[in-house]
């Protein structure tokens, strides 16, 4: 439970985290930039977390070594080593959602090792059920006033199928998920701010139903949104008095398209009676995965990508079932990419995962799946 100054809260927050290594990037992705650059992964970003109350992430992969075979690839991959949350907590983020749809890649026993291991790395948890209940994040102000942040999935569940359901705050029906909000208005004396895995990948803009649901969201009162799961950036809009933040893109990921290189850290700043301000601080991922404020070009482009006027000046906005369409295009294309960047790299694949990775592409070309 962290304090702050009366009535005002002062929030850094980032897209998807992953300490390990993306399928493709096996044996040189995030888990190894980690194991070799060490704080110098975030080192140069630091900075901007410095004055901020709260500072939050979504984990997107299972960090924890439970049950782990180094050498079998499906063991390996996506999972991060629990070293490196010590760096993501020197950088200066202190709370880590973990509803996602990679949270039970690697099973239940490394999933509850891994919310032991964020939480021995002094960082807070959020994200998980307990009870029928999602863990909250509370900060009291000086007034006695209680804010709350908390985090959801909407993505369909893609490693467990239990029918006693998923240890984390997976939400499949929107009108109870606005019920859920509803009911935490009423305990929440202060701002209320949503952490949300949502909507569909390599799209640079949310589709009608996200927008709709992000707007139901304040209008339950959420005083703020914060999206992910895009990969990509969003743009960011300012609806009534909340902000909605529909995806912040990746934040620490070894996938190699520029558009999931470019990414921000969004610094909102909340103060009873009034709207919130906020500013987004340009970031790139570096080709060896480190990160750095982005260059003005850059910068540029990020300002596009998060920009709403970008989004209003779209002609013919697609419906839900176009935009799910755009999607699938979206997804061939990137398998593609995928394709050419595991050729480009033959050479840096350890042998053992090299074998395997052809194998599984082989089975799938051949399977169709």
């Known amino acids: 439970m962290n304090k702050s100054d009366k009535d005002r809260l002062t929030i850094s927050a980032v897209g998807?985290?992953?300490?390990?290594?993306?399928?493709?990037?096996?044996?040189?992705?995030?888990?190894?930039?980690?194991?070799?650059?060490?704080?110098?992964?975030?080192?140069?970003i630091s900075h901007v977390f410095k004055d901020s109350d709260i500072c939050i992430g979504n984990l997107e992969t299972v960090t924890s070594n439970a049950g782990l075979k180094p050498l079998w690839l499906p063991s390996y991959e996506m999972r991060g080593n629990p070293s490196a949350l010590a760096f993501v907590k020197s950088a200066g983020i202190d709370t880590l959602g973990v509803a996602n749809n990679h949270a039970m890649q690697h099973g239940r026993k490394a999933f509850a090792d891994m919310t032991k291991q964020i939480e021995g790395a002094g960082i807070s948890v959020i994200g998980l059920d307990e009870g029928g209940r999602t863990r909250l994040k509370k900060v009291v102000h000086e007034s006695g006033n209680e804010s709350i942040v908390y985090s959801i999935s909407?993505?369909?569940?893609?490693?467990?199928?239990?029918?006693?359901?998923?240890?984390?705050?997976?939400?499949?029906?929107n009108d109870k998920l606005i019920e859920e909000a509803k009911l935490l208005r009423q305990q929440c004396s202060g701002f209320l701010i949503c952490s949300i895995h949502w909507g569909l990948e390599f799209l640079?803009?949310?589709?009608?139903?996200?927008?709709?649901?992000?707007r139901q969201l304040i209008d339950a009162g959420v005083d703020v949104v914060l999206g992910h799961h895009s990969h990509v950036l969003q743009p960011v809009e300012r609806y009534k008095k909340g902000l909605i933040f529909y995806s912040l893109g990746n934040f620490v990921f070894d996938l190699w398209p520029r558009s999931t290189k470019l990414t921000?850290?969004?610094?909102v700043r909340?103060?009873?009676?009034?709207?919130?301000?906020?500013?987004?601080?340009?970031?790139?991922?570096?080709?060896?995965?480190?990160?750095?404020v982005a260059s003005p070009s850059a910068a540029k482009e990020i300002a596009s990508l998060l920009s709403w006027d970008r989004y209003e000046s779209l002609l013919g906005k697609p419906s839900e079932e176009e935009y799910t369409q755009l999607y699938f295009d979206e997804t061939k294309e990137f398998r593609y990419s995928s394709y050419r960047y595991f050729a480009r790299n033959l050479h840096r694949y350890p042998p053992w995962f090299l074998v395997?990775?052809?194998?599984r592409t082989a089975l799938r070309r051949l399977t169709g799946s």
């Not at 009034?274 to 060896?288: G, K, L, N, Q, R």
């Open 154 to 173: 909407t993505r369909p569940e893609e490693w467990d199928d239990s029918p006693e359901g998923v240890p984390y705050s997976l939400r499949e029906a």
């Open 204 to 214: 640079d803009y949310p589709g009608p139903d996200q927008v709709e649901l992000g």
């Open 356 to 359: 395997q990775s052809l194998a």
């Open 270 to 292: 909340l103060e009873a009676g009034h709207e919130p301000e906020y500013e987004c601080v340009p970031v790139e991922i570096a080709d060896d995965l480190t990160l750095s």
């Open 264 to 267: 921000t850290v969004a610094k």
């Open 16 to 44: 998807d985290i992953s300490l390990g290594d993306h399928p493709v990037c096996a044996g040189f992705g995030m888990r190894r930039a980690f194991a070799k650059k060490a704080e110098g992964v975030l080192g140069e």
